[in-house]
């Protein structure tokens, strides 16, 4: 079992940058997929970014591509997104998630963190 825990949302201009940190307990963390997801008011949750286990080549959404950064410490057990440039549209409930090596989904979910971009 993997527990997750967000932190880092708040309130923030447009333009303006946060960091949000997921820390997880429990498992291997270093040889999970980790991602971050969010749902906006009304809205279906979506896929953000996310990392391997070996770091390489990170993939994001085409909506945050060059605005967002996904990094993990593995040392530290979590996992970050960089957000820069935020705009209104990425207000959000943001999540982090675990898709551990033997699954194609992800299967441990965080509580989400609020994140609001005032224009």
Do not use: H
Request: aromatic share 12%; hydrophobic share 35%.
């Amino acid at each position: 079992q993997v527990q997750l825990v967000e932190s880092g949302g708040g309130l923030v201009q447009a333009g303006g940058s946060l960091r949000l940190s997921c820390a997880a307990s429990g498992g291997p963390f270093s040889m999970y997929t980790l991602g971050w997801f969010r749902r906006a008011p009304g809205k279906e949750r979506e896929f953000v970014a996310a990392i391997s286990e070996t770091r390489i080549s990170p993939y994001y959404a085409d909506s945050v591509k060059g605005r967002f950064t996904i990094s993990r410490d593995n040392a530290k057990k979590t996992v970050y997104l960089q957000m820069n440039s935020l705009k209104p549209e990425d207000t959000a409930v943001y999540y982090c998630a675990v898709r551990p090596a033997s699954s194609y989904e992800y299967v441990y979910w965080g509580q989400g963190t609020q994140v609001t971009v005032s224009s």
